[in-house]
Nanobody, 124 residues
Framework: QVQLAESGGRLVQAGGSLRLSCVAS????????VGWFRQAPGNEREFVAA????????LYAALVKGRFTISRDNAKNEVSLQMINLKPEDTAVYYC?????????????????WGQGTQVTVSS
C-alpha cells in the first residue's frame, strides 16, 4: 500500500481558489489511479474527481466539473486538485485515495489507501 498525505486545505471566501495536494510515499505511485473524495458534516463521503495512472483518463463529479481540475506529477508522487470559484457547499474534509486498479472510478470501494484528509472551509 501507499501512504497518502493531503495538504492545502484552509478557510477561503466564496469565489476564491485553492490547490490541494496529495503526496504518496511508501512505494511507487506510478501504477495507481488516484481519486479525491469529500465529506461534509452529517453527509456521506462523496466522489469529487479521479485520474488514472497515466493522467489521460479523468472523471469529475457533476457538481465540480468546470470548477475543479485534477492533475498528477508521477515524478513527484503527487496528485493535485485545483479548485476555483469555490462555493460554501464545497466545505468539507477532502480526502485523496489510491487504487491499484490504475483506472479512475467514482466508487470509494475501488480505493485501497486513503489519506487523513484536509479541511476546506468556504465562507459566504
Amino acid at each position: 500500500q501507499v501512504q497518502l498525505a493531503e495538504s492545502g486545505g484552509r478557510l477561503v471566501q466564496a469565489g476564491g481558489s485553492l490547490r490541494l495536494s496529495c503526496v504518496a510515499s511508501g512505494r511507487t505511485f506510478l501504477s495507481y489511479a488516484v481519486g479525491w473524495f469529500r465529506q461534509a458534516p452529517g453527509n456521506e463521503r462523496e466522489f469529487v474527481a479521479a485520474i488514472n495512472w497515466a493522467g489521460d483518463r479523468i472523471l469529475y463529479a457533476a457538481l465540480v466539473k468546470g470548477r475543479f481540475t485534477i492533475s498528477r506529477d508521477n515524478a513527484k508522487n503527487e496528485v493535485s486538485l485545483q479548485m476555483i470559484n469555490l462555493k460554501p457547499e464545497d466545505t468539507a474534509v477532502y480526502y485523496c485515495a489510491a487504487s491499484r486498479t490504475g483506472a479512475p472510478g467514482s466508487e470509494a470501494i475501488l480505493y485501497d489507501s486513503w489519506g487523513q484528509g484536509t479541511q476546506v472551509t468556504v465562507s459566504s
